[in-house]
T-cell receptor, first 112, second 115 residues
Framework: GAVVSQHPSRVICKSGTSVKIECRSL??????MFWYRQFPKQSLMLMAT?????????EQGVEKDKFLINHASLTLSTLTVTSAHPEDSSFYIC????????FGPGTRLTVL | GESVGLHLPTLSVQEGDNSIINCAYS??????FIWYKQESGKGPQFIID?????DKRQGQRVTVLLNKTVKHLSLQIAATQPGDSAVYFC??????????????FGKGTKLSVKP
């Protein structure tokens, strides 16, 4: 099966700082990647769809200026949480699409 | 038995028993459905999928049933093992008519297997 990695797996930051999360498809090229957020004991909520070479499409209620997405190559998409606050603490999961969606292992973000 | 927690329904089963996890989906136009398994602190793992032109599909120890009339999906796990303990999510294709675009995830069910 296809492998998707995320880095870092865990990050703790101070309120007001920015955090970048990387999502890589290791053995296939993905023109489309997806970013999800998951709060404890809840389901995955789609934040945005990232398309290589074009602007990301954000879901309703997700601030595009706060969650910056860059999909500069067919194997890498990044999510930057700008001016992070404690309420941004969550589990962020990316997926990359080939025939189906393959999910990364997730990144646990804790904002102090 | 089955119980509903604050956010996540829980299903407890004895090792060796069969498990049935249910899911209601929202849109009658959805044409593709997937079951995922998520272990604590990890990303979702694909289990099995089914298209709307089918009502049953079997994998290794797992079976997915689709009832389009009542918009209901179920996952059956045969001979449940401790390693099956996880949260299970159903997902439907949000890009109706597409191969697999956005996925809309259900609330999830936590499966606990007692040895």
């Amino acid at each position: 099966g296809a492998v998707v990695s995320q880095h870092p797996s865990r990050v703790i930051c101070k309120s007001g700082t920015s955090v970048k999360i990387e999502c890589r498809s290791l053995d296939f090229q993905a023109t489309t990647m997806f970013w999800y957020r998951q709060f404890p004991k809840q389901s995955l909520m789609l934040m945005a769809t990232s398309n290589e070479g074009s602007k990301a499409t954000y879901e309703q209620g997700v601030e595009k200026d706060k969650f910056l997405i860059n999909h500069a190559s067919l194997t890498l998409s990044t999510l930057t949480v700008t001016s992070a606050h404690p309420e941004d603490s969550s589990f962020y999961i990316c997926s990359a699409r080939r025939e189906e969606q393959f999910f990364g292992p997730g990144t646990r973000l804790t904002v102090l | 038995g089955e119980s509903v927690g604050l956010h996540l329904p829980t299903l407890s089963v004895q090792e060796g028993d069969n498990s049935i996890i249910n899911c209601a989906y929202s849109n009658s136009a959805s044409d593709y459905f997937i079951w995922y398994k998520q272990e604590s602190g990890k990303g979702p793992q694909f289990i099995i999928d089914i298209r709307s032109n089918m009502d049953k599909r079997q994998g290794q120890r797992v079976t997915v049933l689709l009832n389009k009339t009542v918009k209901h999906l179920s996952l059956q796990i045969a001979a449940t093992q401790p390693g099956d303990s996880a949260v299970y999510f159903c997902a439907e294709n949000g890009d109706y008519g597409g191969s697999q675009g956005n996925l809309i995830f259900g609330k999830g069910t936590k499966l606990s297997v007692k040895p």
